[in-house]
């Protein structure tokens, strides 16, 4: 496929740089509430809002969070509604439909599209310029059925996409490697989901490719331990649920790291997702790459070098998100039972 080098976009926040960047994040759940958290450590003095349907619950946690941020120095979030996202810089959505699959239920993607399309209604009059980062699941499908809604630059629509599953692969290969993270240059790409893949071809350890440096170090990762670490990241969120019924440090780490791209405009490579033109062949689908993340959104600065069984993975994973992009898009959002 062909790529254009995307231009790098003068956002809201290059245009105000007096004022304090403004995050919205609505749902002020698990997930909401880590994510506020560590972008105020990450980001002095932003000003950030938690936004929910039970208001009570965005109180309580900007309560709580005003206690844990105290000890850093900050006093910057705060519960609102969506009259606060206003002038927003940055929109996280961190809503939970709260809908379990089953033969008697709503299709859950439907109502996750649903909910999203009327926080999109409320926020997007009031905050025209915001970059959006989608963490609600699925949140590729529902990063591309947000494009559609908003009809913005498809750079300032991000799925927080396979953040989280590249920050779970990069924490076992350090421990197997005995290499601090920032050292290892390995993207998990594709869905957030069971069909992503690890671009092993394309992995750096200490600036080394993976195959030269366990050559020369002397170190080992066979195919069977390749298999295992594919598979734990994709156990990773099942296991959290298992012992404790969420997952949302990892993925509020992630939200902050891109949060902190966009608001610090740093030019920072993530793992993230937007709608591409066309990935292996699949057109218009929001599926993860490596992206430079700036104040204009998430932008592909090159396309990945990758084998054969890789890119043929990735064209398969590309599929899946776009069938259920395609479905959702082809029927009307269903109400919630
Ligand atoms: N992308 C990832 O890697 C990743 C990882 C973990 C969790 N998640 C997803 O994050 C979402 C939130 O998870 P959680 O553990 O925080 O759930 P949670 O139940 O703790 O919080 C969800 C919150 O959303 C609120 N909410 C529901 N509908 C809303 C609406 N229309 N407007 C505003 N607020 C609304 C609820 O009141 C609740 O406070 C889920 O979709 C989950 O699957 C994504």
């Known amino acids: 496929m062909k790529l254009m080098h995307a231009p790098r976009r003068r956002g809201a926040l290059e245009k105000r740089k007096m ?3 403004r995050i919205v994040i ?3 759940g698990l997930v909401g509430g880590s994510a506020a958290l560590l972008a105020a450590v990450a980001i002095p003095g932003a000003d950030i809002i938690l936004v929910d349907a039970e208001r009570v619950r965005a109180q309580a946690q900007a309560l709580d969070l005003a206690h844990a941020t105290a000890s850093w120095g900050h006093d910057s979030v705060r519960a609102g509604d969506y009259e606060d996202a206003r002038d927003a810089d940055i929109v996280v959505i961190t809503a939970g439909a ?3 699959p089953g033969p008697s239920r709503p299709d859950p993607v439907q109502v996750s599209a649903r909910m999203l399309d009327d926080i999109i209604d409320s926020v997007a009059p009031l905050a025209p310029e915001a970059v959006y980062v989608i963490a609600s699941n699925p949140c590729d499908v529902l990063a591309a059925h947000a494009l559609r809604r908003l009809g913005c630059a498809r750079e300032r629509v991000i799925s927080t996409g396979t953040s989280l599953d590249t920050a779970r692969l990069r924490a076992m290969l350090s421990k197997r490697l005995g290499v601090a993270t920032p050292a290892i240059d390995a993207f998990v790409v594709g869905e957030h989901g069971d069909s992503s893949l690890i671009h092993w071809s394309g992995a750096l350890v200490a600036g080394v490719p993976l195959e030269d440096y366990l050559e020369r170090s ?5 195919p069977a331990s390749r298999g295992l670490m594919m598979r734990s990241v994709h156990d990773a969120g099942r296991l959290s649920r298992e012992g404790k019924s969420a997952t949302h440090y990892g993925i509020g780490s992630c939200i902050a790291r891109i949060c902190q791209a966009i608001a610090h405009n740093s030019n920072l490579v993530l793992p993230v997702a937007v709608v591409h033109a066309e990935v292996e062949g699949v057109r218009d689908v929001c599926v993860s790459l490596p992206m430079v993340v700036n104040a204009g959104g998430a932008h592909l600065p090159a396309y990945p070098t990758m084998d054969a069984d890789e890119r ?6 590309a599929r899946m998100v776009k069938d259920v992009t395609d479905r959702i898009a082809a029927r009307p959002a269903e109400k919630v039972a």
């Open 26 to 28: 609505v749902g002020a």
């Open 312 to 317: 043929e993975a990735l064209q398969q994973s």
């Open 19 to 21: 004022r304090q960047v």
């Open 218 to 222: 002397g170190s080992e990762l066979g």
């Open 98 to 100: 709260g809908v379990k």
